[in-house]
């Protein structure tokens, strides 16, 4: 059985900084592309980040490019979200995502339950 599990939401002043983190079981870890995404009250949810299954290519939407970074460590089997220069638009529910390949353009295999990230002004 598959499970995401995110951790690292909190509440952080606007210019600030958090790091998401996010493991996964039940499937190779290294053999899948990963995201994180998100989802605002009354939005709908959107993709904020992806990395494929090694790591070598990485896609950004376009209101967080310059300011997250995501990462994978491949031994810790692991992925992060560093997020910095954070906006209260930022507040949401943050989600990671196994995808069901190596490639980002691929569908969602599994969601992680949600951490959320609160950005105060």
Request: aromatic letters at 12%.
């Amino acid at each position: 059985q598959v499970q995401v599990v995110e951790s690292g939401g909190g509440l952080v002043q606007a210019g600030g900084s958090l790091r998401l983190s996010c493991t996964a079981s039940g499937l190779t870890f290294n053999s899948y592309a990963m995201g994180w995404f998100r989802q605002a009250p009354g939005k709908e949810r959107e993709r904020v980040a992806c990395i494929t299954w090694s790591g070598g290519n990485s896609y950004y939407g376009d209101s967080v490019k310059g300011r997250f970074t995501i990462s994978r460590d491949r031994a810790k089997k692991t992925l992060y979200l560093q997020m910095n220069s954070l906006r209260p638009e930022d507040t949401a529910m943050y989600y990671c995502a196994a995808y069901s390949a190596q490639s980002c353009s691929y569908s969602v295999l599994k969601w992680g339950q949600g951490t959320q990230v609160t950005v105060s002004s």
